[in-house]
């Protein structure tokens, strides 16, 4: 479904590449966890995907397309087939949780009736849907401001099924919970892949969650894979390699 090669992502001014050449596959199906220290590089692999960060060189293509080449619109229309959530929620404050869930619509119409904040019956009715399966249905009315942590990212995690995705992209999104409301949210985020059967790559710093939820746990250092596999050959020397600082190692 994804197919990178040699995919580089070198950030003006910097000295090393933030992505190095790497070359991966993933299918449909896969839950893939990116483990790594802080800097390594798994915000900026993410946002590769759906062409958020240009490459410097190399490719990455989705479904044998690379969203690389195209225009920005495009671009636009398929990233909206990629839900994306993220560490601190990017939510409207003031606006209702339906109202936020709606947004999720924007990138599948056209730009001037989102200005004018149109949205079909059949809109609504799938953000009524997403607000059911992600358990926040009794507060559609509800300002996100006078939510919870736990229940925004929910809010997120609704407006991204608005896109009803083929690929889910979680940039830390339980960095900012407590670590049971981040163990509920990964298990929603587990339930809704199983049920859509999308690609999901999450990133996170919890190596235990990783290897509760992750079907694929890619460890990244310095913009290289240092590990790649199934959550049992996670071990205890394959941790330290990913987590090792310089003068560790
Ligand atoms: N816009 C930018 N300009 C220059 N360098 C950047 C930029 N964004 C990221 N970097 C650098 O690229 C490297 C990888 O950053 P990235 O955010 O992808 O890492 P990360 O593993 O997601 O880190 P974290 O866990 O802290 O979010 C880091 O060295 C970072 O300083």
């Known amino acids: 479904m994804i197919e990178m090669n040699k995919a580089t992502v070198q950030y003006p001014g910097t000295e090393q590449p933030a992505v190095n050449e790497l070359s991966l596959t993933f299918q449909r199906g896969e839950f893939v966890c990116i483990l790594g220290r802080s800097g390594a590089g798994k915000s900026t692999l ?23 080449d195209m225009s920005e619109e495009e671009q636009r229309q398929e990233r909206a087939r990629m839900g994306m959530i993220f560490q601190h929620f990017h939510l409207i404050p003031r606006l209702s949780v339906l109202q936020n869930v709606l947004t999720g619509a924007f990138g599948r119409k056209k730009p001037i009736h989102n200005l004018l904040g149109r949205f079909t019956k059949a809109e609504k009715d799938l953000a009524l849907q997403t607000l059911e399966a992600t358990g926040l249905l009794p507060f559609k009315n509800r300002r996100v401001e006078a939510l919870s942590g736990g229940q925004k990212q929910r809010v997120a995690i609704s407006r991204a099924l608005m896109q009803q995705p083929d690929i889910f992209l979680g940039d830390e999104p339980v960095a900012s919970l407590d670590p049971s409301t981040a163990n509920e949210v990964f298990q929603l985020l587990k339930q809704l892949h199983e049920e859509n059967d999308t690609l999901t790559f999450i990133n996170v710093h919890d190596v235990h969650l990783a290897k509760t939820f992750g079907t694929r746990i890619i460890g990244m250092k310095e913009g290289h894979v240092v590990f790649d596999g199934p959550p049992e050959e996670l071990t205890d020397d394959v941790y330290q390699l990913i987590y090792a600082t310089e003068q560790q190692v």
Do not use: E, W
Request: avoid cysteine.
């Open 46 to 68: 993410i946002r590769t995907f759906n062409a958020l960060q240009p490459l410097t060189s190399g490719t990455i293509y989705v479904d044998k397309q690379s969203l690389h």
